[in-house]
């Protein structure tokens, strides 16, 4: 059976002349049919496009968020870079404080540290300087292993020298104290007219032990402490006359006579160069002048040893 055509008839403009045109069925079938796969593709090819589009805005959105994560993982590292360069420097102080702690030691006339006088413990040495420079896309892990370790160190060495240091000062604070109860300036200003040792008596003539040194200048001259300590007696004692006498701790005392008037009372604390009494004439003697005794463990001892102004 024929398939029947479908005829259009079509009116020319030109001289009003009518044809028509006829197409059979497949034809005009597989010319909707190309209609449509037109359609489709160029459906395909828009929406390839679009997503094509999409996709190199993602491709550059995640290029963006690359470069900045690199541009951290950059700065990072050189923080990384940075900090070990710093654990060097403070290793390089705690070294150069353990000298100082020695040269204190020495200066002071303190005992030397009974093991190897390092801070950070077995060995002695301070650990190796890190590798700041190193690739860290190769050694990252391995320079942090270490960092941790000598920041572990340190710490432990801080509170070493810490602790040597308290011991210093406790150390240095004996050896202050134990100096400013030490005599070390004249008591008082004027001539010395007799020294320490066996001279003739004025008063006898006969050989006798002088325990101290005489000074002589005005009654009413200033008479100062030597070191500091406690006033132990004020009062008079048979021909020395009028005395003052100051305990000083660590076995020392010091001893004034002749003395015209006292300034301290007894248990009276008293500090290096504070005035303590008048020179005076008290007792026997044979014009105004300061006896001036310096006793060690009972011993009298040379005062003139510990004049040092």
């Given amino acids: 059976m024929k398939s029947k055509k479908i005829s259009f008839i079509v009116v020319s403009e030109a001289g009003g002349r009518v044809r028509r045109i006829s197409f059979s069925p497949t034809l005009l079938s597989l010319m909707a049919l190309m209609c449509i796969g037109v359609v489709g593709v160029c459906g395909l090819f828009v929406y390839g496009f679009q997503s094509l589009q999409q996709s190199i805005i993602a491709n550059g959105e995640m290029a963006g968020t690359v470069m900045e994560q690199r541009d951290e993982i950059v700065q990072q590292r050189q923080q990384i870079q940075t900090f070990a360069e710093e654990i060097n420097a403070l290793k390089d102080e705690l070294v150069a404080l353990g ?60 509170a070493e020298q810490k602790s040597r240091f308290d011991l210093v000062l406790d150390q240095v604070q004996g050896h202050r104290n134990l100096l400013s109860s030490t005599p070390a300036i004249r008591p008082t200003q004027g001539w010395m007219t007799s020294r320490f040792g066996y001279r003739s008596s004025p008063f006898t003539g006969h050989r006798e032990f002088h325990k101290g040194i005489d000074i002589a200048n005005r009654k009413g001259t200033a008479i100062v402490a030597t070191a500091d300590g406690v006033v132990s007696f004020t009062g008079k004692k048979g021909g020395m006359g009028r005395v003052l006498v100051i305990d000083h701790g660590h076995g020392m005392i010091t001893r004034y006579a002749h003395l015209e008037k006292t300034l301290k009372k007894r248990g009276e604390r008293v500090t290096r160069g504070d005035i303590i009494a008048q020179m005076g004439n008290s007792g026997r003697s044979t014009g105004p002048h300061l006896h001036y005794e310096v006793h060690l463990n009972g011993v009298a001892v040379n005062p003139a040893n510990y004049i040092l102004n």
Avoid at 116 to 129: R, W
Avoid at 131 to 140: A, F
Avoid at 144 to 150: A, S, T
């Fill in 99 to 158: 000298h100082f702690e020695e040269k204190i030691r020495i200066i002071a006339n303190l005992d030397p540290v009974e093991d190897d006088g390092s801070v950070f413990g077995v060995g002695g040495a301070a650990p190796e300087d890190l590798n700041p420079r190193v690739e860290l896309n190769q050694g990252h892990s391995d320079l942090l292993r270490q960092m941790h370790q000598q920041v572990n160190a340190m710490t432990s060495a801080v």
